[in-house]
Structures are given as C-alpha cells and as structure tokens.
C-alpha cells in the first residue's frame, strides 16, 4: 500500500520528504528509471477507459483523438525514453583542444533533483504525465500540480500516482492559483510549466527566486501561411483537423490564416467542404458529431463568444459557423474574415475554434505582420516553391516551423519542442525532455604530476608571456 494514502503532507513537508529520494536516485541506473517508466506505461494501457471517461467528462473529448493526442504521444515518450535512456545517460567523452592536451574532458548528465511540474487543461493528461516522463528519465523526483479546469483528469492523475509511486518519489498537488503559490515559493530544482504567457511570467520570478531552472512551455499566436504555390486541398484538409481538433483549445493549433489574396475565395469554399466531412457528414449539424468536443467552461466560452461579437462588431464576416449553445459550451467551428489590427481575434491567442483569415499580396508582407508580433509558438508555410519556403524559414523565427502540415511536430521525438521568448523558454520532449531534467555536468581529468599552465605560474617571466601570446594568437 502507497503511503500517499495515509499522509496528506503540506506542500512545503512533501518538498522536504522528496530531498532524500533526489538524492538517492542521483545515482539511480538506466535500468532502475526504465523500471519507473515501465509502470508508468503499463498504468496508462491499463485504464485507457479510464482516461477517455474522464477526458469526456471535463470537456467531451472524443475517445479517439483521446488516445491519438492524449495517450499515445505519453507512451511513445516513454518508449522513446526507454530505448534512448543508456544512451542519453552514458557519459559522453568531449575533443580534446591542444592547450589542454593530456587531459580528458567528458560531460555526464546528472539528475537535477527535485521538480515541480504545472500543467494545463487543454491536453490535461498528456502535458502533464509528458513531462513527467522527462523527469523520471533523468532521474529526478517531481511534484505536480495539475488544472483545476479539467477536475476528472486531474483526480485520475492523482489516483494513477498514488498507484505507482510513493510520495516522496512522485505526488500530486490538486488545486487551484493558490496551491501553485505555494508550491512556486519552495526552491525546486526544475520548474516544468505548461501554459499561458501570462502565468509563465508568474513563474519565471518565482524560480529567479531561487534561481531554480524553468521550462516554460507557453502559447501565444501561430500563424499558417497559405502561399501561391501550395496545393489548396492538402492544406484545407490538414489546417481544418489541427485547428479544431479538441475544439480549437490547441496550443499550437493554426491561430490564424495568412493567405494569398487570391486564394482566399477557394481556400473558404473547400474550408466549408471539408468541415462538413470531417464533422457533419450526414447534414445533421456539427453539434451532433461525436467527433468534435467542447470548450472546457463557461469562462472560456465567454471569452470566445467575446471575441466573435468584438470581431462583428468592427466588420468583420462569419465566413462559416458562428452557432453556438452556451448550455453546452458548443461553439461551432467559425471561419471569419475582413479581420482588423483592431479586434481582439488579431490580437489576443484565440484558444478555441475560431479561425481569422487574413489576406496578403506578397508574402513579405505576411512575414512583416508575423515579425511585429511575439516571437509564435509553431508557424506553419504550405506551399511547393522552395523560394518563398527559404525566405519563411529564414526570415521568421519561431519555437517550431513545419512546412505543408499542422500540428504533427508535437509526435515527433527527435525534434525540440517549445517556444522562444514569449511563446516559452527551453525545449521539450525526447532527449531535449530528458535534458531539461538533467544537469550536463561537465568534467575535466587531470594526470596527477601534470599541469598546462605550469610554466604560466607566477612570477610571469618572458616565456611565460610569449606563450601567453601564442596562446591568444593560435587558439
Ligand atoms: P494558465 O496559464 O492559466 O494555467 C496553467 C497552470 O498554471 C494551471 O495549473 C493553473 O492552475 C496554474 N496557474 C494559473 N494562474 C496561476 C498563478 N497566478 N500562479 C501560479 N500558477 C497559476 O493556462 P491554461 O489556461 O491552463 O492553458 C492555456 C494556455 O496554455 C494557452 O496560452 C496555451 O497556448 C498554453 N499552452 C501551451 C502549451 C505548450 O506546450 N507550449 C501546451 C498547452 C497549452
């Protein structure tokens, strides 16, 4: 039996209960950690039901994109993490420059030690079990503190914890801003935050407190450009999933389109056509789709149907949807158009299913408009001509780019994922998870006898300058 069970420790308690689990599992072998990983697995295949229930009663989640976005990318990490691990971990042997010829220079990848990981509610089990699995891979122990918005998930989390772990190892911390203070104050090792911008900065001054190290894994603005040269059927089909797929509540869903002004006209009709297929094939009405989930509250669906009343307001055109059942927190998948620097659907994160598209008649002004806003989380080019693809990925920066699809890069464990600067700080998933967790320790072995900077020593004579000199001049 699980001793989370019987003691409910404080915050502050629980941090202390972890420092001699860190401690001991600095030494911890590759084998050891897979074991962890193993049972972390093994828990997730096991109540996979579990999972999709509960993910259907924080916002009818569909079971399938459940397991294609919730469950498979965490078991994909784990056996990514479980087949790299002694890789990852073996001490990695370093060049030797001449001036420090006859020593020996390695860098080990220690455990950081005691991690606190802050999720959120739009993909509720995958970014927080994800993270998780970094953690365990480099050997640290973790603290978490799921959304309060999505309390089904969050309470299985705390049940497939408990389950596996003992509280000194692992333990969940359920609850909402005020038991994240408190966990902020203490001095962790790492700090793993997934979410908004805003909070990520809440974040970042509580660690400068203890100079902790952060992942900030935050949003913000992805654009989707739509170039001359792109075939208009692939990318309609691939933007209309990775937008409204878990209604639109997609960090890295297409925020907006930037498209070609000439290709708007078709890029909306088969925009119209292609979410009919995927969502009403039987002309029944999207709401009935069992495929298409809602959003998470009546917060958020208040601050949608905001932004669409703000946008029509000032002009703007419901290309397509704009239904909605506020009993539900059903918002229709909704298309807009004549969009102004002055609505808020040009200026906040749009998180929901609402899709601006803005038109363009060369493609440095779509580049202009994308470097006046902060630095995107993902930015998406569909087009075929190599030329204007150079000129995005040369002049645009962003945490991730993918040409000709949305979204996929989250599955891919060999590529970093994360932002830069306001759309987050540090990498994330594979060996970049894996390393956010780790301290790269770099070590240099001296033969004893022997020093490169004997004949440096004071008092600095003539050689000693010259070789002083040469140093600076050759290396
Ligand atoms: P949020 O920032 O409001 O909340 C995230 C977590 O922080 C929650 O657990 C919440 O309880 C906690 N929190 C909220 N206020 C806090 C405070 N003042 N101090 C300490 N902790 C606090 O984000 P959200 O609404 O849950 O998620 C949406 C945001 O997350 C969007 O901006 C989205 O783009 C971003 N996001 C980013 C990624 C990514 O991988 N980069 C993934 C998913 C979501």
């Known amino acids: 039996m699980n001793s989370q069970h019987t003691l409910p420790l404080s915050p502050s308690d629980l941090f202390e209960k972890q420092l001699k689990t860190s401690i001991s599992w600095r030494k911890s072998a590759a084998e050891e950690r897979i074991l962890r990983l193993k049972k972390l697995r093994d828990w997730i295949k096991n109540h996979q039901k579990d999972i999709q229930s509960a993910l259907w009663i924080d916002f009818s989640k569909p079971a399938p994109e459940v397991d294609l976005s919730e469950v498979f990318p965490v078991t994909s990490e784990i056996n990514h993490a479980i087949k790299n691990l002694k890789s990852w971990m073996k001490p990695k042997k370093v060049a030797t420059p001449l001036p420090m010829i006859g020593t020996t220079g390695f860098i080990k990848a220690e455990p950081k030690g005691r991690s606190l990981i802050i999720s959120p509610w739009n993909f509720p089990f995958n970014l927080t079990v994800g993270p998780l699995v970094s953690a365990l891979a480099a050997g640290c122990t973790a603290i978490i503190k799921p959304s309060e918005y999505s309390p089904n998930?969050?309470?299985?989390?705390?049940?497939?914890?408990?389950?596996?772990?003992?509280?000194?190892?692992?333990?969940?911390?359920?609850?909402?801003t005020s038991v994240a203070t408190e966990l902020l104050a203490l001095p962790f090792?790492?700090?793993?935050?997934?979410?908004?911008?805003?909070?990520?900065?809440?974040?970042?001054?509580?660690?400068?407190?203890?100079?902790?190290?952060?992942?900030?894994?935050?949003?913000?603005?992805?654009?989707?450009?739509?170039?001359?040269?792109?075939?208009?059927?692939?990318?309609?089909?691939?933007?209309?999933?990775?937008?409204?797929?878990?209604?639109?509540?997609?960090?890295?869903?297409?925020?907006?389109?930037?498209?070609?002004?000439?290709?708007?006209?078709?890029?909306?009709?088969?925009?119209?056509?292609?979410?009919?297929?995927?969502?009403?094939?039987?002309?029944?009405?999207?709401?009935?789709?069992?495929?298409?989930?809602?959003?998470?509250?009546?917060?958020?669906?208040?601050?949608?149907?905001?932004?669409?009343?703000?946008?029509?307001?000032?002009?703007?055109?419901?290309?397509?949807?704009?239904?909605?059942?506020?009993?539900?927190?059903?918002?229709?998948?909704?298309?807009?158009?004549?969009?102004?620097?002055?609505?808020?659907?040009?200026?906040?994160?749009?998180?929901?299913?609402?899709?601006?598209?803005?038109?363009?008649?060369?493609?440095?002004?779509?580049?202009?408009?994308?470097?006046?806003?902060?630095?995107?989380?993902?930015?998406?080019?569909?087009?075929?001509?190599?030329?204007?693809?150079?000129?995005?990925?040369?002049?645009?920066?962003?945490?991730?780019?993918?040409?000709?699809?949305?979204?996929?890069?989250?599955?891919?464990?060999?590529?970093?994922?994360g932002g830069v600067n306001n759309s987050g700080i540090g990498k994330a998933h594979g060996h970049e998870g894996f390393l956010a967790f780790s301290n790269e320790k770099g070590i240099l072995k001296q033969r004893v006898g022997y020093n490169n900077v004997t004949l440096l020593r004071p008092p600095y004579g003539i050689k000693a300058k010259q070789i002083i000199s040469s140093l600076i001049k050759w290396f």
């Open 153 to 176: 998930t969050s309470k299985l989390i705390v049940r497939m914890i408990r389950e596996i772990f003992e509280e000194e190892e692992v333990a969940v911390f359920l609850g909402e």
């Open 189 to 417: 090792d790492h700090i793993f935050f997934t979410g908004s911008p805003a909070v990520g900065k809440i974040v970042m001054k509580a660690a400068a407190e203890h100079l902790s190290s952060v992942t900030l894994e935050l949003g913000g603005k992805s654009p989707a450009i739509i170039d001359q040269s792109a075939n208009l059927e692939d990318a309609v089909q691939k933007i209309m999933w990775g937008k409204f797929v878990n209604c639109g509540q997609t960090c890295i869903a297409p925020d907006y389109i930037l498209i070609q002004e000439d290709l708007k006209e078709e890029f909306v009709m088969r925009a119209k056509v292609q979410l009919q297929t995927y969502y009403d094939p039987k002309f029944k009405g999207i709401e009935l789709s069992p495929d298409y989930a809602r959003i998470i509250n009546q917060k958020h669906f208040e601050r949608l149907r905001n932004y669409l009343d703000d946008a029509l307001e000032k002009g703007g055109k419901i290309e397509f949807g704009g239904n909605y059942n506020a009993s539900t927190n059903y918002l229709e998948p909704t298309l807009v158009s004549g969009i102004r620097e002055d609505m808020i659907l040009f200026q906040e994160e749009i998180f929901g299913p609402i899709l601006p598209i803005i038109t363009f008649r060369e493609l440095s002004e779509a580049i202009l408009l994308i470097n006046s806003k902060p630095k995107p989380l993902a930015l998406y080019f569909f087009g075929t001509n190599s030329k204007p693809m150079d000129q995005v990925i040369r002049e645009t920066s962003s945490g991730n780019l993918v040409i000709n699809d949305c979204v996929l890069h989250f599955l891919h464990n060999e590529l970093p994922f």
